[in-house]
């Protein structure tokens, strides 16, 4: 039977703990909610969080009156709230207008040369969510008494309203023994530690917390998680992905699933399949959760774990049109009709946010990164500068990284006929979806009746596309890919990659074994 996993750390307050784990990164850690109001529900969130802040400091001892008192100052101060209130003037929603501001608070502190100053960046952090959580009616939970922490930092304010007296400690990959929680775990008698680097762990596992020799003990089958370099590119692409899987004359396939709700994810089988669209807009159902970077972190990294070395595509948000995301609706982006790519860019802060969650999750997996509704190659230009220009801020704040190939969804008909101008895009999907709808200028709820008689167009157009890929990856993720009456054009067409619904996988398995990588019936069939 394997040993424990004892991890090296530094000892933040010393004692011994054990319990069950508590993952503070969880895609489950915040509900769906609804963020709306302006300027006004800004001042009411600062307030509630105030009195909230208020209320922890009753009865609390001298050091922690202390630290609650300097983040009750930061969300008084007037500099904080005109900044927010400008960059709402200049058209951003409330909430990532305040995410902005704050953001920019921290990323000064992570980059600060003392340690001291460096750790005043979760104070910040802890006031940032705690005014969204106000704005958006989720209060920040607390977590049952008797556990191990794990995450890479802690709030203040969320250790002073644990109930410490059953127990529990504290693992962080990150944190610093001069932050305001070492002091209070110190005050307390709260064992400890920080810097152990990210290691796996499930909700509930045993961990055990040496806060005297600054240790982690995991139980066996626990394994650290090694750093790997920033703007490193994932080895092998999806188009070089080996599979057991082939056509009648021997000709390799890739057969990947599309995930729509992170509830199927527990559902991938890193042993039969990879991902080859996960539309990341029915993970996120309102503004709050498109600015909560660490929520959308949480469940890029949970999909990449499961995947295992499998690769995982993950479409950034298809928002807009008949996609509304609750509490955005009022936006004049919105309301002029933009959908998909031209959406992120004429609203950089969704985007940003996004790309900085899936720069941080592409270490843990085989990321690539898919724009919707893609229609001129400046777009994708565009977005990829976006890309470096947040890959370059989570540098100077030593955040792990890397960047993920990026291509583009090809849904447009106009974007298909001019594939050969898109260099930029590392890899190219076909949405038939809305492909179908375009061609056959349909509204979207005729497009069943209408979808046979588009298809043969549909078809063509495939084809001429894959012709223009000039050798890039492509692959097809609508629901043409999941009906095997298709299959023959689609394989005559070129098309070696196909990602379909779980439910539709195995039927698809067997249609391709049968036919010829041309498209034709294999002898026999």
């Known amino acids: 039977m394997a040993e424990p996993l004892r991890l090296k750390a530094k000892s933040a307050s010393p004692g011994i703990a054990s319990g069950p784990a508590f993952l503070a990164e969880r895609p489950d850690a915040a509900p769906a909610s609804r963020a709306v109001g302006g300027y006004s529900a800004l001042e ?139 002091l209070l775990a110190r005050a307390k008698s709260v064992p400890m530690v920080v810097g152990t680097g990210r290691f796996s762990a499930v909700d509930g596992d045993p961990v055990r917390v040496d806060g005297n020799a600054g240790a982690v003990v995991l139980q066996a089958g626990g394994m650290l998680i090694p750093p790997l370099a920033p703007a490193q590119m994932p080895a092998g692409d999806m188009q070089t992905e080996s599979g057991e899987l082939r056509t009648a004359d021997g000709v390799p396939i890739l057969l990947s699933i599309n995930i729509n709700d992170p509830a199927e994810i527990d559902a991938l089988d890193p042993a039969t399949a990879g991902v080859g669209l996960m539309r990341s807009e029915f993970s996120v159902a309102s503004v709050a959760d498109a600015a909560n970077e660490e929520r959308q972190l949480a469940i890029y990294r949970r999909v990449l774990e499961q995947a295992g070395d499998r690769p995982v595509i993950i479409r950034m948000l298809d928002i807009g049109g008949d996609k509304p995301l609750a509490g955005l609706e009022d936006l004049p982006a919105l309301a002029s009709g933009l959908r998909g790519i031209r959406l992120l860019l004429a609203r950089p802060e969704i985007a940003r946010v996004q790309a900085r969650a899936l720069l941080r999750a592409a270490v843990f997996g085989r990321l690539s990164v898919m724009l919707p509704m893609v229609t001129f190659p400046d777009e994708v230009d565009r977005m990829r500068e976006l890309f470096r220009e947040e890959a370059e801020k989570l540098g100077r704040r030593a955040l792990p990284h890397r960047m993920p190939p990026i291509g583009m969804m090809v849904e447009v008909p106009s974007a298909a006929l001019m594939l050969d101008a898109f260099g930029s895009a590392a890899f190219f999907s076909f949405g038939t979806n809305d492909l179908t709808q375009y061609l056959a200028a349909s509204a979207r709820d005729d497009m069943d009746a209408d979808a046979g008689k588009a298809a043969p167009a549909v078809l063509r157009l495939l084809a001429q596309a894959v012709k223009l890929s000039a050798g890039k990856p492509v692959s097809i993720c609508g629901d043409m890919a999941g009906d095997p009456s298709y299959l023959p054009r689609l394989l005559a067409a070129g098309l070696r990659h196909f990602s379909v619904a779980p439910a539709r996988r195995p039927a698809i398995r067997s249609a391709i074994i049968g036919l010829n990588a041309d498209g034709t019936r294999a002898a026999g069939e």
């Open 44 to 182: 009411k969130a600062i307030d509630i969080s105030i009195g909230e802040l208020e209320h922890l400091a009753d009865g609390a001892d001298a050091e922690s009156r202390d630290i609650i008192d300097f983040q009750i100052e930061v969300l008084r101060d007037p500099t904080i709230a005109e900044a927010t209130g400008a960059r709402m003037e200049a058209d951003e929603n409330v909430v990532f207008a305040w995410v902005a501001t704050l953001d920019a608070y921290i990323g000064e502190l992570e980059a600060a040369d003392e340690e001291q100053m460096r750790a005043r960046a979760v104070d910040i952090l802890d006031i940032k969510n705690r005014v969204l959580g106000a704005l958006a009616g989720t209060p920040i939970a607390d977590f049952p008494p008797g556990s191990v922490f794990v995450g890479k930092d802690m709030e203040p304010s969320r250790f002073l309203a644990h109930d410490w007296s059953k127990g529990g400690g504290i693992a962080l990959f990150a944190g610093s023994t001069a932050g305001h929680v070492a």
